[in-house]
Nanobody, 126 residues
Framework: QVQLVESGGGLVQAGGSLRLSCAASGRIFGNSIVSWFRQAPGKEREFVSAITWNGALTYYADSVKGRFTISRANARDTLFLQMSSLKPEDTAVYYC???????????????????WGQGTQVTVSS
């Protein structure tokens, strides 16, 4: 079983940048998918970005394409989400998640994932 712990959330002004981190422990295989989702109050949890654990493939929601970058540190079991040009509509709790294996488009749906972090709050002010 994989344990995931997010960090790096906070308050930022519109147009600013923020980097989220997700520290993973336990067993993760190279063909596993690790992802970022977000959930605003009263709204469904939505897909943000995903990456294969071996780093071969990345995926992005249209709403963040060109603004966010997902990556994994090879030397550490850490997942990153670099967020730039932030907008108020990016405000949400951000979660990292992992699943043994998945493909597009199933990896874009939260019910696909079996392991979740506790979430980190991102607030973008106008």
């Amino acid at each position: 079983q994989v344990q995931l712990v997010e960090s790096g959330g906070g308050l930022v002004q519109a147009g600013g940048s923020l980097r989220l981190s997700c520290a993973a422990s336990g067993r993760i295989f190279g063909n596993s998918i690790v992802s970022w989702f977000r959930q605003a109050p009263g709204k469904e949890r939505e897909f943000v970005s995903a990456i294969t654990w071996n780093g071969a493939l990345t995926y992005y929601a249209d709403s963040v394409k060109g603004r966010f970058t997902i990556s994994r540190a090879n030397a550490r079991d850490t997942l990153f989400l670099q967020m730039s040009s932030l907008k108020p509509e990016d405000t949400a709790v951000y979660y990292c998640a992992a699943t043994l294996r998945s493909t597009d488009p199933q990896l874009r749906f939260w019910r696909t994932y079996s392991n979740w972090g506790q979430g980190t709050q991102v607030t973008v002010s106008s």
